[in-house]
Nanobody, 120 residues
Framework: QVQLVESGGGLVQAGGSLRLSCAAS????????MGWFRQTPGHERESVAR???????YYADSVKGRFTISRDDAKKTVYLQMNSLKYEDTAVYYC??????????????WGQGTQVTVSS
C-alpha cells in the first residue's frame, strides 16, 4: 500500500533551520505532485509548499524566501528545507501526494505528520 513517512522534525530555536523529509513507497512517485502542509491545534491545515512532477514550486506567502521544497524522484523523497524559523512556524507538518496536474484537486495520500517546535 501507499505510505508517506515524514522525518526531520524536532525542537529548534528561532532563527534556526530544519530539513524535513518525506519518503514515499507503493506509488509511482514521478506521477505525483508533492505538497507540504502544516496544522496547529484549533486551526485548519494550511498549504506550505508544493512541487509539481516537473519541479515547479509554489510557496505560501508566510514562508517565501525561508523555505525550499525539492524532490528526488530516484529516492522517492520530497524535502522541505526550513531556514530562519519563527515561533509561528511551530506546527505538525504533513506531506501529501497529488496525482495529475490539477493543483486544486484533493491530495490522494497523506503522511502521519512530524512535529516542528520553534522556541522563541
Amino acid at each position: 500500500q501507499v505510505q508517506l513517512v515524514e522525518s526531520g522534525g524536532g525542537l529548534v530555536q528561532a532563527g534556526g533551520s530544519l530539513r524535513l523529509s518525506c519518503a514515499a513507497s507503493g506509488l509511482t512517485f514521478n506521477w505525483y505532485a508533492m505538497g507540504w502542509f502544516r496544522q496547529t491545534p484549533g486551526h485548519e491545515r494550511e498549504s506550505v509548499a508544493r512541487i509539481s512532477q516537473g519541479g515547479m514550486t509554489y510557496y505560501a506567502d508566510s514562508v517565501k524566501g525561508r523555505f525550499t521544497i525539492s524532490r528526488d524522484d530516484a529516492k522517492k523523497t520530497v524535502y522541505l528545507q526550513m531556514n530562519s524559523l519563527k515561533y509561528e512556524d511551530t506546527a505538525v507538518y504533513y506531506c501529501a501526494a497529488q496525482i495529475g496536474s490539477n493543483q486544486n484537486r484533493e491530495y490522494d495520500y497523506w503522511g502521519q505528520g512530524t512535529q516542528v517546535t520553534v522556541s522563541s
